[in-house]
């Protein structure tokens, strides 16, 4: 396990409302990602972090706000829900190794 | 943004069978990754790629980069059931710092 946890695990929310779901690191990486997963769609990258405050934008951003106060902890914030962002939420980090990215277990929301 | 093509999108396969799937890309990468998704869980890394051409085995799991750098395949041999789940590619092109990924290939495995 490289010290990767995701919280909450599933989430069920109403359209209109606010959700922060976190992404946690024990390992003090650089680069971290948060991505969605859809049916037919793969994994889409929202937002990533390469640093502490620095944040970019990723391919579907709209709708997605990000925030990263200190390197452990990274933050994924739909500040209104849509039903549209229901999903499996994954956030990564990369390790360095081999430059690939060890994944979280997920988030699975759902906005109803 | 870039696209990576991956096909099949799903398989449905008689366990001890060999299996192929690909990944096409419109941009060249520099790095090709392979990764493996189970129910419920985060995709891991199973192979990654770094030169055009390269050859790499990971147990029975055997993967390619492509000559041109905008392809690549992964092969699994003889599939048992725990083979099960969503394979995904990935590139990087070094652009950047993060990667793109395939839509997914569902590997269903009858014993």
């Known amino acids: 396990d490289a010290g990767i946890t995701q919280s909450p695990r599933h989430k069920v929310t109403e359209t209109g409302t606010p959700v922060t779901l976190r992404c946690h690191q024990t390992e003090n990486h650089r680069y971290m990602y948060w991505y969605r997963q859809d049916p037919g769609h793969g994994l889409r990258l929202i937002h990533y972090s390469y640093g502490v405050k620095d944040t970019d934008k990723g391919e579907v951003s709209d709708g997605y706000s990000v925030s990263r106060s200190k390197t452990e902890d990274f933050l994924l914030t739909l500040e209104s829900a849509t039903s549209s962002q229901t999903s499996v939420y994954f956030c990564?980090?990369?390790?360095?190794?081999?430059?690939?990215?060890?994944f979280g277990s997920g988030t699975r929301l759902t906005v109803v | 943004g870039q696209q990576l093509n991956q096909s099949p999108q799903s398989m449905f396969i008689q366990e001890g069978e060999d299996v192929s799937m690909n990944c096409t890309s419109s941009s060249i990468f520099n790095t090709w990754l392979w990764y493996k998704q189970d129910p419920g869980e985060g995709p891991v890394l199973l192979i990654a790629l770094y030169k055009a051409g390269e050859l790499t085995s990971n147990g029975r799991l055997t993967a390619q980069f492509g000559i041109t750098r905008k392809d690549s395949f992964l092969n699994i041999s003889a599939s048992i059931p725990s083979d099960v789940g969503i394979y995904f590619c990935?590139?990087?092109?070094?652009?950047?710092?993060?990667?793109?990924f395939g839509g997914g290939t569902r590997l269903m495995v009858k014993p």
């Open positions: 990564a980090i990369r390790t360095g190794t081999e430059n690939g990215y060890t």
């Open positions: 990935a590139g990087n092109n070094n652009a950047g710092n993060m990667l793109t």
